[in-house]
């Protein structure tokens, strides 16, 4: 699971910073940064200073507003074409919304398995 959430984190981060599949790529880092939360940050409340989840929403934050916003001008999407079709603000609750569910859904898999599966020592 920590691969996979790894992957999905430096493959999203990479893709937004080149401006490709922004949308996807925002997806893949709202996903990463929403179950961090759960399972991490929460705890600790909001101050990054006390290990709370503030950076991590100013990331989620961060890359749904760029789903919603459009790579911009010197990206690969825009290159290619398709920044103004994969944009928008129904792009960005989107983005959220199936980011949240697939949190959900991913961090009561992690929950059930660890139940499931105790480890000792």
């Known amino acids: 699971m920590a691969l996979l959430a790894g992957t ?7 893709a937004l910073a080149f401006g490709l599949l922004t949308p996807l790529a925002a997806f ?3 996903v990463v940064m929403l179950n961090a939360i759960a399972t991490v940050h929460w705890r600790n409340g909001f101050w990054a200073s006390k290990g709370g989840f503030e950076f991590n929403l100013l990331i989620l934050g ?6 919603m916003t459009g790579p911009g001008r010197f990206a690969l999407d825009d ?3 398709w920044a ?17 569910a697939v949190s959900m859904l991913t ?11 105790p480890t000792f020592g």
């Open 8 to 14: 999905a984190e430096l493959g999203g981060g990479l």
């Open 84 to 100: 103004g079709n994969i944009s928008g603000v129904w792009w960005g609750v989107g983005v959220l919304a199936t980011g949240a």
């Open 107 to 117: 961090v009561s898999a992690g929950r059930y398995r660890a139940a499931a599966h």
């Open 28 to 30: 893949a880092v709202v």
């Open 62 to 67: 961060a890359a749904t507003a760029l789903a």
């Open 79 to 81: 290159a290619i074409g």
